[in-house]
């Protein structure tokens, strides 16, 4: 079974500075995707990021970007110019790209992001 | 266009209930997948379906249950509440089975 670990329960970021979360998740697949969730007070789980193992370039959109390390099984989350509607839960997430099983996503435990003025 | 709904947003129950929260996805999503999110963890998976057809299943009692309708929104039932079923209830909807899972706002439900 896949799990996903993310060791860092909290962490703060002053506005306007670069953050990085940090997560590491064991799988024996090849083939899988890797995802990067915030979810604010509001509760509802958004969509950051999103990683297929098989590409090396790693995946950016705007102020986030990843650093993804296919052999350590390594995918952390570089918040840039962070801001305070940056604060939230972060989730990290693994889906097995094998054909013929459940698209189930695999959450880590979450980091509590805190951005300070 | 409007994103993942559900309903209802919150709720109370007493313990041995039964509930029923509901989910409608995206416009043209055909899967859904529910999960549950107990306070100060990462959502957990409880069901896929996929064309009304269950795709699969989290390690959860069969207490709980699911469908998807024709329209492809889904409800999910659980029986007989536990105080641990205490939770907040995701609901992801996805363009096909393996794609890309958009969330709802959830459903906190309370068991006392």
């Known amino acids: 079974a896949q799990t996903v670990t993310q060791s860092q329960p909290e962490m703060s970021v002053q506005e306007a500075e670069t953050v990085t979360l940090s997560c590491t998740y064991d799988?024996?697949?090849?083939?899988?995707?890797l995802f990067w969730y915030k979810q604010p007070p509001s509760r509802q789980m958004i969509l950051v990021i999103r990683?297929?193992?098989?590409?090396?370039q790693n995946a950016t959109e705007n102020r986030f970007s990843v650093n993804f390390q296919k052999a350590a099984k390594s995918f952390s989350l570089k918040i840039s110019d962070s801001q305070l509607g940056d604060a939230a839960m972060y989730f990290c997430?693994?889906?097995?790209?094998?054909?013929?099983?459940?698209?189930?996503?695999?959450f880590g435990t979450g980091t509590r992001l805190q951005v300070t003025l | 266009d409007a994103g993942v709904t559900q309903s209802p947003t919150h709720l109370i129950k007493t313990r041995g209930q039964h509930v029923t929260l509901r989910c409608s996805p995206i416009?043209?999503?055909?899967?859904v997948s529910w999960y549950q999110q107990v306070l100060g963890q990462g959502p957990q998976f409880i069901f896929q379906?996929?064309?009304?057809?269950?795709?699969g299943r989290g390690n959860f009692p069969d207490r709980f249950s699911a469908r998807q309708f024709p329209n492809y929104s889904s409800e999910l039932n659980v029986n007989a509440l536990l105080l641990g079923d205490s939770a907040l209830y995701l609901c992801?909807?996805?363009?096909?089975?393996?794609?890309?899972?958009?969330f709802g706002p959830g459903t906190r439900l309370l068991v006392l």
């Open positions: 379906y996929y064309e009304k057809e269950e795709r």
């Open positions: 990683q297929e193992a098989y590409k090396q």
């Open positions: 416009s043209g999503h055909k899967s």
């Open positions: 799988t024996s697949e090849s083939d899988y995707y």
């Open positions: 992801a909807s996805s363009l096909g089975w393996e794609k890309t899972q958009y």
């Open positions: 997430a693994y889906r097995s790209a094998v054909s013929g099983t459940a698209s189930k996503l695999t």
